[in-house]
Every structure is written in structure tokens, then in C-alpha cells.
Nanobody
Framework: QEQMVESGGGLVQPGGSLRLSCAGSGFRFDDYSIGWFRQAPGNQREAVVCISSIDRLAYYGDAVKDRFSIWVDAAQNSLGLHMRDLKPEDTAVYYC???????????????WGQGTQVTVSS
């Protein structure tokens, strides 16, 4: 019953933009740190951005800072990720997730989706 579902992934050219969306159900976003992580083949999970449940501030990974931005609609239990100036190294499966704290977002999040593939290529 508790789930998160991502959408919006696809193929985009380098330098392009893409918006991802995530819908949660069965739990309240307000009770968790929420955000996005990604995983490319052969790589470990990499935090993209996390909004802390403590201070409600967004913390971005160095690789995406100044290019990606997160939005949250707590009333609708939804969040999104606006990605711009995409690079081939951004290619990965992107997951939305909720955890007790931001450091745990890429570890053992109690709630996370099936992911959506983002491919940046010419």
C-alpha cells in the first residue's frame, strides 16, 4: 500500500532538459526526508538531492548542483526533479525515495520506487 512511483524519464540530447515526477501513497511525505538518488550500471547509488525532514532544506549532490532542482507538493504527496544542461554522465535510473534522514536516502530507504530511466545521448 505504501509506494512511490516515478515517471518522466526518457532519452534526451546532451544539454537538454527533463522533468521527473514522483507520486507517493500510503504515507505522509511530511514525516520523512525525501528526495532522489540515481544508479548507473556498475555504479553504487548516488544521492541527487534530499530534503531534510529536520530543517526542510534541500541538499544537492555536487555533480548536479546548479543544474537540477527539486520541487515538493506535500499536500499531494508528490515531488519532482527538474534537470537541465544534462550530460552523458547523468545517464542512470532515477529513483525517488523517503527515509528517516538524508544520509539514509541511498542506504535503506523504507519507501522508494521502481525507478525511471534517463538516458543522455546524441
Amino acid at each position: 500500500q505504501e509506494q512511490m512511483v516515478e515517471s518522466g524519464g526518457g532519452l534526451v540530447q546532451p544539454g537538454g532538459s527533463l522533468r521527473l515526477s514522483c507520486a507517493g501513497s500510503g504515507f505522509r511525505f511530511d514525516d520523512y526526508s525525501i528526495g532522489w538518488f540515481r544508479q548507473a550500471p556498475g555504479n553504487q547509488r548516488e544521492a541527487v538531492v534530499c530534503i531534510s525532514s529536520i530543517d526542510r532544506l534541500a541538499y544537492y549532490g555536487d555533480a548536479v548542483k546548479d543544474r537540477f532542482s527539486i520541487w515538493v507538493d506535500a499536500a499531494q504527496n508528490s515531488l519532482g526533479l527538474h534537470m537541465r544542461d544534462l550530460k552523458p554522465e547523468d545517464t542512470a535510473v532515477y529513483y525517488c525515495a523517503a527515509a528517516r534522514s538524508c544520509p539514509l536516502l541511498t542506504a535503506e530507504p523504507p519507501y522508494w520506487g521502481q525507478g525511471t530511466q534517463v538516458t543522455v545521448s546524441s
